[in-house]
């Protein structure tokens, strides 16, 4: 499986991004999908996951605030992050797993003033 994300980028805090990813080359049905994020210095950190079935699970520190979304037919899952906030500041990697793990190539956000 390959995944390709895109849609990073430098925003103000309380600004928007929305993030997206699509799966290629996947064999077999692909089953939760979901963004997981580092900070410099800091833990790969679960966003959020959204299952084949739509049960959605969300870090508290983007509740409220971030919305995770999927198409399984079109294997892309979306990722709409509103009111961000300086902590925010990461890298962002997609995730599916598919008979397996596999992760994006990771996207940057940045939010700075």
């Known amino acids: 499986v390959q995944l390709q994300a895109s849609g990073g980028g430098l925003v103000q805090p309380g600004g928007s991004l929305r993030l997206s990813c699509a799966a290629s080359?996947?064999?077999?049905?692909?089953?939760?999908m979901g963004w997981y994020r580092q900070a410099p210095g800091k833990q790969r950190e679960l966003v959020a996951t959204i299952t084949l079935s739509g049960d959605i699970n969300y870090a508290d520190s983007v509740k409220g605030r971030f919305t995770i979304s999927r198409n399984t037919a079109k294997k892309s899952v979306w990722l709409q992050m509103n009111n961000l906030k300086p902590e925010d500041t990461a890298v962002y990697f997609c995730?599916?797993?598919?008979?397996?793990?596999?992760w994006g190539q990771g996207t940057l956000v940045t939010v700075s003033s």
């Open positions: 995730y599916v797993y598919s008979r397996g793990d596999y």
């Open positions: 080359r996947s064999r077999f049905v692909i089953g939760s």
